[in-house]
């Protein structure tokens, strides 16, 4: 398989992946402060999802699978915070 090859196929994993950990809910009962802090962290991810669809579209293909990776690395961490709701330990690195 080609280099290039490769990073296509990566960037269309991980968009998939990061597209479907960017659903992830609020854990219920959290603080003023701690929804603060998770809607800023949510607000991240989403930032950097919207900067990888385009460097996509700029056929930049490594930053945009740096982006996503940034993207899903927002979210992973409010999981391990324990501000997001999950149990999905195939998308998430659970506590």
Avoid at 15 to 35: H, I, P, Q, Y
Avoid at 72 to 87: N, Q, Y
Wanted: hydrophobic share 45%; proline share 1%.
């Amino acid at each position: 398989m080609s280099l290039e090859k490769d990073l296509v196929e990566k960037v269309a994993k991980y968009e998939k992946l990061t597209k479907k950990a960017l659903g992830v809910k609020l854990v219920k009962g959290l603080s003023d402060k701690e929804k603060l802090i998770a809607q800023d962290f949510l607000s991240m991810a989403n930032n950097y999802y919207n900067d990888a669809k385009y460097f996509v579209e700029k056929k930049e293909l490594l930053t945009a699978l740096a982006a996503f990776s940034y993207a899903h690395a927002w979210l992973d961490a409010g999981v391990r915070a324990k501000l997001f709701d999950t149990k999905d330990d195939q998308l998430f690195t659970l506590p």
